[in-house]
């Protein structure tokens, strides 16, 4: 059974870092691009980040490139986010999602999420 | 691309059949995805390439259209299927739209 499991959420001031992990089970993680999506409170989805299966490739949107950091260890089956010089517009649940594939680039697993809040 | 949901809010009563739209501002080719989000849960998969059923989903959820419009429709509506639904486009950049938030009349 594949399972994603986010965690490093919490509350931190405007300005300031946090990096969030994910841990994968039940697929080989080594053979997916995996992602992070968020959700503002009672908002939308975002996408956030992809990384490819190296980590020798990652994407961001402009509402956060060079701020956000995509990276993986195949070796333990862990995904990470390190979120710099963060803002209120930050604050959501970050979802750990996986790709289901190269170009075909729908997510179809996706973890519980876990939540940010900025604020001062 | 931009993608918009209507409506932003649906009623309909168990038995219905209910109808989702979703909007491309430029043409998709196929390349969008259907999510269901219940309340406190993450997104759940329940159509890829505009038509495809992911595994596991009953066959009352089906997917159609083209080019910029598409269309999520659920045959007779079951009260499990209260539900936040997302379209998500991913044939240039990968985008959500609004969500269509389905309850019982």
């Known amino acids: 059974e594949v399972q994603l499991v986010e965690s490093g959420g919490g509350l931190v001031q405007p300005g300031r870092s946090l990096k969030l992990s994910c841990a994968a089970s039940g697929f080989t993680f080594s053979n997916y691009y995996m992602a992070w999506v968020r959700q503002a409170p009672k908002k939308g989805l975002e996408w956030v980040a992809t990384i490819s299966t190296s980590g020798s490739r990652t994407y961001y949107p402009d509402s956060v490139k060079g701020r956000f950091t995509i990276s993986r260890d195949n070796a333990k089956s862990s995904l990470y986010l390190q979120m710099n010089s963060l803002k209120s517009e930050d604050t959501a649940t970050y979802y750990c999602?996986?790709?289901?594939?190269?170009?075909?680039?729908?997510?179809?697993?996706w973890g519980p999420g876990t939540m940010v809040t900025v604020s001062s | 691309i931009q993608l918009t949901q209507s409506p932003s809010l649906l009623s309909a009563s168990v038995g219905d059949r209910v109808t989702l739209s979703c909007k491309g501002s430029?043409?998709?080719?196929?390349?969008l995805a259907w999510y269901q989000q219940k309340l406190g849960e993450a997104p759940k998969l329940l159509i890829y390439n505009t038509n495809s059923l992911q595994t596991g989903i009953p066959s009352r959820f089906s997917g159609s259209g083209s080019g910029t419009d598409y269309t999520l429709t659920i045959s007779s509506l079951q009260p499990e299927d209260v539900a936040t639904y997302f379209c998500?486009?991913?044939?240039?950049?990968?985008?959500f739209g609004g969500g269509t938030k389905l309850e019982l009349k």
């Open positions: 999602a996986r790709h289901y594939g190269y170009n075909h680039w729908y997510f179809d697993f």
């Open positions: 998500y486009q991913y044939n240039n950049g990968w985008t």
């Open positions: 430029q043409n998709i080719n196929n390349y």
